[in-house]
């Protein structure tokens, strides 16, 4: 059973940044599709960038390109998101999904989320 663990949340200042780690236990996540999503307050939930670990091509949603960059190290089966030049609109409850691309790996797999507020 795959289990997915983030953190890296927190408080930062518009223009700041911040690091999320996204921790898998129980199986490689060499077999999926990882992506990032977020859900502020009242709104629902969206995705924010997506990496296939066995051939490493990524994807990001228009309104954090340039200024995100997911990354995924095969060592310590960890997804990251670098996200830089943070804005007060992107605060929201950030989670990690993993979605099954190669068998025998099945099934979608979500975090328990981690917070970012984004304030001065």
């Known amino acids: 059973q795959l289990q997915l663990v983030e953190s890296g949340g927190g408080l930062v200042q518009p223009g700041g940044s911040l690091r999320l780690s996204c921790a898998a236990s129980?199986?490689?996540?060499?077999?999926?599709?990882i992506g990032w999503f977020r859900q502020a307050p009242g709104k629902g939930r969206e995705g924010v960038s997506f990496?296939?670990?066995?051939?490493?091509?990524?994807d990001y949603a228009d309104s954090v390109k340039e200024r995100f960059t997911i990354s995924g190290d095969n060592a310590k089966n960890t997804v990251y998101l670098q996200m830089n030049m943070l804005k007060p609109e992107e605060t929201a409850v950030y989670y990690c999904?993993?979605?099954?691309?190669?068998?025998?790996?099945?099934?979608?797999?979500w975090g328990q989320g981690t917070q970012v507020t984004v304030s001065s």
């Open positions: 990496i296939t670990i066995s051939n490493g091509k990524t």
């Open positions: 129980g199986v490689s996540l060499d077999r999926y599709t």
């Open positions: 999904k993993a979605q099954a691309l190669l068998a025998p790996a099945t099934g979608a797999y």
